[in-house]
């Protein structure tokens, strides 16, 4: 029972730091930089994929969030011009999401809020 409790309460810990953090990125993206927490991952990943442009299925594997979240996201960055949406040419089913240079300075801009909150929020962590 012992082990089970202490199992229980390390997860809880872990939730709890991840939500502490989640809270603080999306506050301060969002005051600064009018973007969400997962609208800068999604960019965040277009970016550090290094690609010109990934497919829907492929970013979802790599994030957080449902396919039909994503999409949300998706569509969110889209109509701000911070990302463009295109059919696959082999497979008419894939939807490919490219970041846009508007997308890239928005990016470039948000990602050192992005770093020194998890910078503030790690270096407390012991």
């Known amino acids: 029972m012992e082990a089970e409790a202490d199992l229980v ?20 993206l969002q005051d600064a930089h009018a973007l969400t ?7 965040d990943r277009l970016v ?26 998706i569509a969110r960055l889209e109509k701000h011009g911070y990302v463009q949406r295109g059919l696959c040419e082999n497979d008419r089913r894939g939807i490919f999401v490219e970041i846009t ?3 890239r300075r928005r990016h470039t801009e948000a990602r050192e809020t ?3 909150i998890l910078t503030e929020h790690f270096a407390a962590t012991p």
Not at 13 to 23: D, R, S, W
Not at 37 to 43: D, R
Not at 53 to 68: D, G, H, N, P, T
Request: charged content about 30%.
């Open 101 to 103: 240079e508007a997308g």
């Open 48 to 73: 550090d994929l290094g690609c010109e442009k990934r497919r829907v299925q492929e970013i979802a594997a790599a994030m957080y969030l449902s396919q039909s979240a994503l999409s949300r996201t």
């Open 37 to 43: 927490m997962s609208e800068y991952e999604t960019l």
């Open 114 to 116: 992005h770093r020194r």
């Open 9 to 28: 309460a390390r997860w809880r810990e872990l939730a709890t730091c991840y939500n502490t953090i989640a809270c603080a990125l999306e506050r301060a």
